[in-house]
Structures are given as structure tokens and as C-alpha cells.
């Protein structure tokens, strides 16, 4: 099973039009409402997979049902803890020729958040449960860590994790940046998976290629960075290479990341090299971006 989180839920806003004109009234007809964040993309795009994922995240405000209600409908198997803090919108504008994403910034979580969410996290690396399914069948057996926090937890929160689940001898994959990424990187996860450009600002270098080969060694984890379209670069032990991405006509570029990760883990967790993995992962986001719908295959 695939813990999946992420602690920035959004209601996604897709809207396609034609073209554009600044400053003048746009209309269309053409529009769709989701919930996204980039934990729930990738959850989707497992459970489209055929993959068990479980997604933990905090929730609060009027939209909190509706929140619940799509993921319903998607079939997203989702634990929340109370936030007090509202579901942020973000909205996707569509034109033949662009993606352009407004996304709002979140509120602030409640005082105890926080630990609620520790509390449930720990609840699900140890289950308990009445179902006639073998208690093993309910352990997650990889944790994957995506996007920013809400204001309100604080900077352990996400290296915390990192080390439980390690400790647990779940894998771990890190879709995150700065010092959430770099404070977790002491507990060995087994990839990191930020994009080009957070991985630059992350880590200051001037040599990408010397910075992923230090992080392979030094910590003992995979390295991958996307680029949109644009090549993959990543590292596995002693090895350091290129992936180059096919090209597609992208209707929606939103959650094509979140569709390469879930795509990744779920070829990884069915024995795939890491190359094949990368190629898998490959599929899931070219897929993806070729829909309308953010974070899906279908």
C-alpha cells in the first residue's frame, strides 16, 4: 500500500478558452472542477493504476464536503485531520496555445494540527483494524511526500515523517524542496524527485550534475529532476544520466509531475529497474498532460 501526503489541499479550477484577451470579459462553457494538490494527483493516478494508496492531508472549512465529495467520486481513499483553515482554489486557464495557472496561496492551519496529523500518521504506519483482511495488507509499504506545507506546521514536521517511515523500512520518495528536502536527506529516502528549477534553488549549485552525484553518495538515495518536457536528468548510485521525454501535444500541463511520480512508484513497487521505472513515470505525465482533467490517465 502507498501512504501518500501532502498538507496543501486545493480545489482545482480548469477553464479553457480558445485565446485570451487581457482586459477584456472571457466567457466559456468549457470547465471542470477538481480536487488536486499534488498528494492527491498522485494518488489518483495510483488508484488509475490499479494501486492501493491511502492519502493523508488536513482539511477545514465550508468546501471541506465538497472536497470529500469529489474525491468520492474519483474513488480516492482519504484520511484528514480538522484545520480550521479553508481549501484553497487555484484555477487553470486552457488556450491552444498556453497553460496558465493562478493559484492561491493557503491559510493557516488551527494550533493542534499539527499533531493530529502525527497522530494519524503514526496510526497508519501501525493499523489496527477489524476487516477480515490480514493486517498486513493494511501496512503501507512506501511513503511519498509531495508539495509545501500549509502555514502553521512547523519546519520538523516533514523530515519527522521521513524518519519514522525509514525507520519502518518503508521506501520514501521526496517531492519536495528547500528545507524540507534538504533536513529530510539525512535519513537516506530512497528518491527525491523536486523539478529542475527547485532542485537549483534548493541546493545554490553551479554544477547540477557534481550536486546529484554528492547527493547519491553522500546520502545513499536515487535522484530524479524534471523539466516539463525537457529532458530527465537523474542518478543511480555511480551513474548519471539523461531520459529524454517524447514530445505531445499538451492540452494540460497541471499535475503532469504527480503523474510521473505515481507512474514511478508503481513500477518501482512491481520490480522495475530504475530506468524502467523513469520510463513508466515517463508515460503517466506525457498522459497526462494530453487531458483536460489535472492528475489522471483517464
Known amino acids: 500500500m502507498f501512504l501518500t501526503i501532502c498538507l496543501n489541499p486545493t480545489l482545482q479550477k480548469t477553464l479553457r478558452f480558445p485565446s485570451i484577451v487581457p482586459g477584456a470579459v472571457n466567457r466559456t462553457g468549457v470547465h ?13 493516478v495510483l488508484t488509475q493504476l490499479g494501486k492501493k494508496a491511502v492519502h493523508l492531508t488536513q482539511l477545514g472549512g465550508g468546501m471541506r464536503p ?22 484553497r482554489f487555484c484555477y487553470t ?21 499539527e499533531q493530529r496529523i502525527i497522530e494519524k500518521f503514526d496510526a497508519l504506519l501501525l493499523p489496527t483494524s477489524s476487516s477480515l483482511l490480514p493486517t498486513s495488507s493494511l501496512l503501507p509499504t512506501c511513503l511519498i511526500l509531495s508539495g509545501t506545507k500549509a502555514t502553521g506546521f512547523s519546519d520538523a514536521l516533514f523530515h519527522d515523517m521521513v524518519k519514522k517511515a525509514k525507520e519502518k523500512g518503508l521506501k520514501v520518495i521526496l517531492d519536495i524542496k528547500g528545507k524540507d528536502l534538504i533536513e529530510s536527506l539525512q535519513y ?35 535522484v530524479i529532476l524534471t523539466d516539463g518536457s525537457r529532458k530527465i536528468l537523474a542518478a543511480d548510485k555511480n551513474n548519471f544520466f539523461e531520459v ?16 510521473f511520480t505515481a507512474g514511478l512508484a508503481a513500477a518501482l513497487a512491481a520490480g522495475a529497474d530504475f530506468h524502467a521505472a523513469i520510463n ?13 482533467k489535472p492528475g489522471c490517465l483517464q
Not at 189 to 209: G, H, M, V
Not at 244 to 259: F, R
Open 32 to 44: 471542470r472542477l477538481d480536487v488536486s494538490g499534488k498528494g492527491i494527483n498522485v494518488t489518483r
Open 66 to 87: 465538497l472536497f470529500l465529495s469529489l474525491c468520492e467520486q474519483d474513488e480516492l481513499s482519504v484520511e484528514w485531520v480538522e484545520s480550521e483553515s479553508q481549501i
Open 93 to 113: 486557464l486552457l488556450t491552444d496555445d498556453n497553460v496558465t495557472e493562478l493559484v492561491e496561496e493557503s491559510e493557516p492551519v488551527a494550533a493542534g494540527t
Open 188 to 222: 537516506e529516502p530512497d528518491i527525491i524527485k523536486p523539478n529542475l528549477d527547485e532542485f537549483t534553488q534548493t541546493f545554490k549549485t553551479e554544477s547540477i550534475k557534481d550536486t546529484v552525484m554528492d547527493i547519491t553518495q553522500k546520502y545513499k538515495c536515487r
Open 244 to 259: 529524454e521525454v517524447p514530445a505531445v501535444k499538451a492540452v494540460n500541463t497541471t499535475g503532469c509531475g504527480d503523474a
Open 280 to 292: 513508466e513515470g515517463i508515460r503517466c505525465g506525457t498522459l497526462n498532460a494530453s487531458l483536460v
